[in-house]
């Protein structure tokens, strides 16, 4: 596959992420085909612990904070992954995720983010060692 230069500035978004940053046009289409994006205002509660795991987001613009057994374990920002490991795993969330600013986030339902890691090898790389260090973080709370 060839890397086209892309005019849809959606597209360039998606590729200054590092989840995405090698991907393909045609693949950060197909991303763009399985995901819906919104925003959320600051306070807003994107995931609660314990909950089903019925979406995982990468965040596009601003911080969530992430708390697990009312401690707060960290602070992500544009280009993370929150509610991956629940979706994988197919448990209960392990933490909160508070909007701690506005934030702009691409969302996937479950099917739609097993389908991307089935299509696109590269994010499944990326996702497992991500959910590796979330799971090494998260036992140290």
């Known amino acids: ?11 360039n978004r998606f590729r200054s992420l590092p989840l995405f940053e090698d991907l393909f046009d045609l693949e950060l289409r ?10 959320r205002r600051a306070g807003t509660s994107l995931m609660r612990e314990g909950g089903l795991g019925l ?3 990468v965040i596009l613009e601003g911080e969530v904070d992430v708390i697990s057994r009312g ?3 960290t602070s992500l920002g544009a ?14 969330r392990t933490a909160d995720v508070v909007a701690a600013t506005d934030v702009r986030l691409l969302v996937f339902d479950p099917s739609s983010f097993l389908q991307l890691l089935a299509d696109v090898p590269t ?16 036992a140290a709370v």
């Open 30 to 39: 197909h991303v763009a085909e399985l995901t819906t994006e919104t925003t």
């Open 71 to 73: 401690e707060h374990v």
């Open 79 to 92: 280009g993370d992954v929150v509610g991956e490991m629940a979706v994988l795993n197919r448990q209960r």
């Open 1 to 11: 596959m060839l890397r086209l230069a892309e005019s849809d500035p959606k597209i």
């Open 55 to 57: 979406q995982a987001i």
């Open 123 to 138: 994010c499944l790389d990326r996702i497992r060692r991500i959910t590796w260090e979330r799971g090494s973080q998260l």
